[in-house]
């Protein structure tokens, strides 16, 4: 089965605090998808990242970097110097080769920057 | 504009009242798919089509339908809505091979149904 898991509902930082958002994932297939999408209060859904199964490599883009690792099923996303702006739900989603074209998304993380 | 589009925004319906909710794309993706989104359950899958005339079910069809007549079009339709049926839905597009590309999400649909 292919599941998602955000153990964090609710997370609040002061400006300028480095934040992790964790994502853990389950699935059997041995070619799979990780996505993080960014929800901000105006309430549409905005990709962040994708990243592919065979590619361990971290990635970081401006402030935002992300973790990727296989031995724990992990991929999760650090934030560096939180603004206000950032202040978002944050979702973690899953898609796997071997199980249809279906997407797994987990229950997302609220993270609120205080200024 | 590349954009995802969704109508009605807002909806207030009954109980048993059909409705439909039409989600239209301008950028020839061929993957549509629709979420529902419930507090503390995250965006759940509903319907997902990889092309015109082709769709399949996600983890939470039951009592939604779909139909992909048209490649920019994927309706969602609800025949007898129910109370938890409400919900903000989403639709949402990507290129060919859905499974590993970003997908493009419309503004959303807040059903109420009473």
């Known amino acids: 089965a292919q599941k998602v898991t955000q153990a964090q509902t609710e997370i609040s930082v002061v400006e300028k605090e480095d934040v992790t958002l964790d994502c853990v994932y389950e699935t059997r297939d041995t070619t799979y998808y990780l996505f993080w999408y960014k929800q901000p209060p105006s309430g549409e859904l905005v990709f962040l990242i994708r990243r592919n199964s065979f590619d361990e490599q971290n990635e970081i883009s401006g402030r935002y970097s992300w973790n990727f690792q296989k031995s724990t099923s992990s991929f999760n996303f650090t934030i560096t110097a939180s603004q206000v702006v950032d202040s978002a739900v944050y979702f973690c989603a899953l898609s796997g080769l071997n199980t249809g074209n279906q997407f797994y998304f987990g229950t997302g993380t609220s993270l609120t920057v205080i200024p | 504009e590349a954009q995802v589009t969704q109508n009605p925004r807002y909806l207030i319906t009954v109980t048993g009242k059909k409705l439909t909710v039409t989600c239209s794309q301008n950028?020839?993706?061929?993957?549509m798919s629709w979420y529902r989104q419930d507090p503390g359950l995250g965006l759940r899958q509903i319907y997902y089509s990889m092309n015109v005339e082709v769709t399949d079910k996600g983890d939470v069809p039951e009592g939604y339908k779909v139909s992909r007549k048209e490649k920019r079009n994927f309706p969602l339709i609800l025949e007898s809505p129910s109370p938890n049926q409400t919900s903000l839905y989403f639709c949402a597009s990507s290129p060919a091979g859905g499974l590993y590309n970003e997908q493009f999400f419309g503004p959303g649909t807040r059903l109420t149904v009473l």
């Open positions: 950028m020839n993706h061929e993957y």
